[in-house]
């Protein structure tokens, strides 16, 4: 049976103010101007989240298969039908464990796959991970990561400046795996090393990086100069200021910004006491910290209030939706399948208000409850 939907349709090439979306099964069927339809709500493709450590009070970075069920539902009430499980930097017995944990829910469709944020990250740019686990890219841990989850890792994010970090960028890049830039210190030609090696994605873009001054670019510039390179940005307004969320933004262009949302396990949840990768956090007023130096760990953010941050920022719902949907899903080679509202990819979308709060989310062709 055919299913529609009416109102405002954010498509990847504009919005069409009186349209409808159709579905047969778990597939789209029709994205059309549907005349009869007088404003209605918004409807945009599901949201794609590349980088989420959990939610809800439940999290990623454990290697609980429960947890993760649980952070993905918490995400999916928002809008999320896709999504990563972040971890952070651990020791590498947890990252086999969760890859083992988590390769049968990525099978069964609660996750698009895993995403490792260390341990191969930069002592001096480290912000939340534990510099405990710190440690140079390993060949040998990535290859035996990659057999395991068969297929279930999806991107690694490392810093270029580490010993045997190039290597491991064309390791993954060879098997099917996103090399991401983040956490790191490394000099703009260093980037611009990585990027050339195979690396597509800037974590987090300004933060945990090298920051930018005029005779060393360092990585913010040079990962905004890279045509195929994708930049993450969390539009909380903690992580950036709006005026550097707009300004990267308009630099990348929307094909090329991602919004993300960083989000930690007290995301949705009261203010209180959190830990994350084994470190204490403190989150007052939603912003997360770590409670021995004040760094920002995470975020409390979700996708839904990400894409309201970023359209109150000044950016156009039509951009800020492909910042959401289309351009992660792009990002992390799922983009023949999800993120946008168009035909024969699967019926995943978000209905929200006039204010973008979420009214109702369809993942796969059914009506989350």
Known sequence: MTVRVNGRVVTPTGVIRQGCVEWHGDRITAVAEYPSVRDGHWILPGFVDMHTHGGGGHTFTTGDADQARAAAGFHLAHGTTTLLASL???????????????????????????????????AARCGAQNPEYLRDPSTDELTELIELGRGAIRMVTLAPER??????????????????????DATYDQTRAAVAAGASVGTHLFNGMRPVHHREPGPVVALLDAPGVICELVADGVHLHDGMLTFATATAGPDRAALI????????MPDGEYELGGQAVTVADSVARLA??????????????????????????????????????????????????????????VVLDDDLNVVRVLRGGSWVE
Not at 163 to 184: F, N, S, W, Y
Not at 323 to 345: C, N
């Open 163 to 184: 010993d045997g970090a190039l290597e491991a960028i064309k390791l993954l890049t060879a098997q099917r795996v996103v090399a991401a830039v983040g956490h790191t």
């Open 88 to 122: 952070v930097s651990a020791p590498f017995p947890l990252m086999r464990a969760a890859t083992e944990a988590y390769a049968p829910l990525v099978d069964e469709g609660v996750l698009a796959g895993i995403h490792f944020e260390g341990p191969y990250l930069s």
């Open 261 to 268: 949302t960083d989000a930690m396990a007290a995301a949705g």
């Open 292 to 349: 021995r130096d004040g760094a920002i760990a995470g975020s409390t953010l979700t996708m839904d209030a990400a894409l309201r941050h970023a359209v109150n920022a000044g950016i156009p719902i039509a951009d800020a939706a492909r910042m959401v949907a289309t351009t992660p899903a792009r990002a992390i080679g799922l983009g023949d399948r999800v993120g946008a509202l168009q035909v024969g990819l699967r019926a995943d979308l």
